[in-house]
């Protein structure tokens, strides 16, 4: 079945840049999705990029997607305290289906 | 607007007990979808419905978990002979079919404890 892979943990000084990794299986992913979960709180949708689009930029966040190697990656530019959370990677393969989400990576950022 | 909202916040409940789990999705959202999480998980999903019918309830364990959407609007999840295992947070989402992504927004979640 569909599998969504990441790692599970990453620690950044406040100020730096951020990347946190995912890697998918499912070679019929049509739209992937970031979302952050804040210690007790729900899923809060960050962006998402479509298959067909390599990159997309949306102010201190820049999504990345290597379709060939089913890869995708978010990049948080000058990290703050506020953005430690769990950072989750989901896909769908059609719009309106069931999301597959990883396990979740876990930002810690130190000022 | 309102978000969804998701009720109760807590659930304490003993095994063989049933519970009900309600949620109130955006309004004007036509898609629902129940998904669990387990601690150190990602969400798992168990069921979604368009309007009242559910359109896929294959992430469902099993016949102790059914969910209904009678209005095409609230929906509750039911949840039969509970088990220590059921313990999780269960999230809800809705999103607007028809739109560019389809895009879920998630409530807060019910945290569910059996004992």
């Known amino acids: 079945g569909e599998d969504v892979e990441q790692s599970l943990f990453l620690s950044v000084r406040e100020g730096d840049s951020s990347v946190i990794n995912c890697t998918y299986t499912?070679?019929?992913?049509?739209?992937l999705y970031w979302y952050k979960q804040e210690p007790g709180a729900g899923l809060q949708l960050l962006t998402y990029?479509?298959?067909?689009?390599d990159m997309k930029q949306d102010q201190r966040l820049t999504v990345l997607l290597n379709k060939k190697d089913k890869h995708l990656s978010l990049r948080i530019a000058d990290t703050q305290t506020g953005d430690s959370a769990i950072y989750f990677c989901?896909?769908?393969?059609?719009?309106?289906?069931?999301?597959?989400f990883g396990k979740g990576t876990t930002l810690s950022v130190s000022s | 607007g309102a978000g969804v909202s998701q009720t109760p916040s807590n659930k304490v409940t003993e095994k063989g007990k049933y519970v009900e789990l309600r949620c109130d999705p955006i309004?004007?959202?036509?898609?629902l979808y129940w998904y669990r999480q387990s601690l150190g998980q990602g969400p798992e999903f168990l069921i979604y419905?368009?309007?009242?019918?559910?359109?896929?309830d294959s992430g469902l364990p099993n016949d102790r978990f059914f969910a209904v959407r009678p209005e095409g609007s609230v929906s509750t999840l039911k949840i039969q002979r509970t088990e220590r295992g059921d313990s999780a947070v269960y999230l809800c989402?809705?999103?607007?079919?028809?739109?560019?992504?389809?895009?879920?927004?998630f409530g807060p979640g019910t945290r569910l404890t059996v004992l």
């Open positions: 989402a809705s999103s607007l079919l028809g739109g560019n992504t389809d895009t879920q927004y």
């Open positions: 499912d070679s019929s992913s049509t739209y």
């Open positions: 990029i479509f298959s067909n689009m």
């Open positions: 989901a896909e769908s393969s059609q719009a309106g289906t069931a999301l597959i």
């Open positions: 309004s004007g959202h036509t898609a």
């Open positions: 419905f368009q309007g009242t019918g559910a359109a896929d």
